[in-house]
């Protein structure tokens, strides 16, 4: 069982092998990497109350004693949550180095890593539930940070989550910005988890990365065999490709493709996106309810979660496309959700 680092502890009374759970929770199977940033959480984390998700944080910038006490008065804060396989690079990339001069004194950003994703705690013993996320993200950031109020912004699998959180606490979300949510809106019998996974997840070849959604939801097993080739292994990956396309440094959404486990993949697919279908609307009515403001953003191209999702739709172009215009679109609904408070 070396092999496989399943760590056990012997009951010499029994003489049988048991799991020695603390320590099973904090390490990694065989067909997820071992290299040292993948591990990295390890480190800090030994009980459950101490795992804290991976936080970017982005202050407001001041300028002077009086603009630094307006900027302290005035601030607000936006926390972003990723889509699926990704991490809080998404919005570190695009959004922030966008934000205009004008709104930097204004607000302060916290791009979150996902349970499970980037930088953030991988734990085996989790089930990665939509519970299990939004309470990581109430307990790294929100009481953390001793939120008062915040805006969110999410995309993809992040929508759901930020759907959940901006439900649960209705009185202090500010507005909640979607972009391309799978919220499928024939999914709400008691079959919803499955339509949801026909839909995001269909059985295909081709294209190559529909194929590799097929075979991560479906088949469990080969899509353990997948994740041991590819993510196991990233770093040799990364080596090839820099040799191929004479790069220095890669994109960043081919090197967070790697940065998660099957565990955590696996488990988030199936209990967030899929597991939370037929709860959508009442997130949306008690966020109707409480007079939250929300936007959604949706490519009209989306292959993955189509235009249909959506409730309220706006033409805008994809992120990597027109990221200043799409901060601005953000500033403008932070601004406009400014007289709810």
């Given at each position: ?37 993948c ?26 004693i ?9 601030m ?71 939120l ?39 999914s ?56 191929l ?19 955590s993949?696996?488990h ?74």
């Amino acid at each position: 069982m070396g092999f496989l680092r399943f760590p056990r502890k012997w009951d010499d009374s029994k003489k049988t092998s048991i799991v020695d759970h603390e320590v099973m929770k904090n390490s990694h199977r065989w067909s997820d990497c071992g290299c040292e940033s993948c591990v990295s959480w390890m480190n800090n984390c030994v009980q459950d109350d101490e795992q804290k998700l991976h936080v970017q944080i982005k202050e407001p910038l001041q300028e002077g004693i009086e603009g630094s006490r307006e900027s302290t008065a005035a601030m607000e804060n936006v926390i972003f949550l990723h889509g699926f396989l990704s991490s809080s690079s998404f919005w570190t990339e695009t959004v922030f180095p966008n934000l205009s001069d004008h709104q930097r004194n204004n607000y302060r950003l916290f791009a979150v890593d996902l349970l499970g994703f980037g930088r953030s705690p991988k734990p085996r013993d989790k089930l990665y539930t939509l519970r299990d996320h939004f309470e990581m993200i109430e307990k790294s950031v929100i009481s953390q940070f001793d939120l008062k109020s915040f805006h969110l912004v999410a995309h993809s699998m992040g929508c759901i989550i930020a759907l959940a959180l901006a439900a649960k606490h209705p009185n202090i979300v500010r507005s909640i910005t979607l972009v391309a949510p799978p919220c499928f809106p024939d999914s709400r019998d008691g079959a919803a988890s499955l339509a949801v996974l026909k839909r995001v997840a269909e059985k295909r070849l081709w294209p190559f990365p529909t194929f590799g959604t097929a075979i991560m939801s479906w088949y469990e097993h080969l899509g353990r065999c997948l994740c041991f080739f590819i993510c196991r292994h990233h770093r040799t990956w990364e080596k090839i490709l820099k040799l191929l396309t004479q790069r220095r440094e890669l994109h960043f959404l081919i090197m967070d493709l790697t940065k998660h486990t099957h565990q955590s993949a696996w488990h988030s697919m199936h209990n967030v996106i899929c597991g939370a279908a037929g709860h959508i609307d009442g997130y949306l009515e008690r966020l109707v309810k409480s007079g939250v403001k929300v936007c959604v953003i949706h490519g009209d191209r989306d292959q993955t979660a189509p235009v249909e999702c959506s409730h309220y739709i706006k033409t805008k172009t994809v992120i990597f496309r027109r990221t200043k215009e799409f901060t601005r679109s953000l500033e403008r609904v932070w601004a406009s959700s400014a007289a709810r408070l």
